[in-house]
């Protein structure tokens, strides 16, 4: 079995190695943005694949992946997971759909609460004990799910018609502009101090940072968080407009395995 993920806060990569880690002791779990994921791809018949749900939407950095390897979803056996930090409607069934077209066998989908990942929106802060809080109950429930399918009986959330007229209604129809296109909408402020740390973490190679000059982006970010959530400065935001508090798994997880 093979887990591969984008992960931008450590969520998705938590809840995917978590899975595949119960279900399969052997198996392992990769970013989706390592180099030789697609021959890792090609050698398992079993994918689990992990996201963050945006705007009850995939990442369009996983939407792409899977449509620019079209041929490697025939009969692949594939268990979708995403994460949301409240609501994702049909945040598995968009890429389950995209992964059936191309011929893959879609086995089921989980979608799990975790801690939200947009550290720049004062509405979206929990307090760091509901964090813990979500972060038990989102193991439990892995843990719940993966003796269920080992009796032969899959999760299918995210996956029907409700779910996909909940997930467009509720968020992605109203969104669709943030989510059909890279986004070249980071702001980078004065307290940056050219660490290069964002452009070493971007899974899109989305930034530049030469010198002393701050980053330039390249008009290809998919909204990870990943650049917001670990800037040493707390120099960057995206859909905010300050860093109200940094998240991301790990701050929260200390306890868990
Ligand atoms: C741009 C963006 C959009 C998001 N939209 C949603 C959403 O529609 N519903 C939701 O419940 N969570 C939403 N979230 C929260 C993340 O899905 C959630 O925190 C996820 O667990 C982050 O996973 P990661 O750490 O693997 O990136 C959004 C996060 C970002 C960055
Ligand atoms: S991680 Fe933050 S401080 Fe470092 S270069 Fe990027 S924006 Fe600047
Ligand atoms: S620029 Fe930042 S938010 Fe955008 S994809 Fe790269 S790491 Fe993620």
Redesign the pocket.
Known sequence: MLGI?????????HCVERFVRLMDNTGKALPIETENVVDEIRDNDFIVL????????APLMVRDFIKEHADLWREKKVFCV???????GD?TGCTARLLKKYGANVLGGLQ???????CDSKLLKKSFEANQMIIKQADEKIEKWVKKIKEGIYPGEGLNLLNHISGLMG?RIW?LK?TDNYSDKLKISDACIKCGLCQRQCPMNNLVQTGQDKPKQLGRCT????CVSHCPAQAIT??GKNVVEQ???EKFASDNT
Do not use: E, H, W
């Not at 993920?5 to 990569?13: A, V």
């Not at 995403?82 to 994702?88: D, I, K, P, Q």
């Not at 909204?223 to 990943?226: A, K």
């Open positions: 993920y984008l992960s931008g806060t450590g969520n998705s990569k992990g996201y963050p749900t945006q705007f009850s939407n995403c994460t949301m930090g409240a609501f994702s945040g799990i609460k975790m801690p939200d990942s947009v968020q969104y943030k909204m990870c968080y990943r995206l859909l998240t991301t798994y």
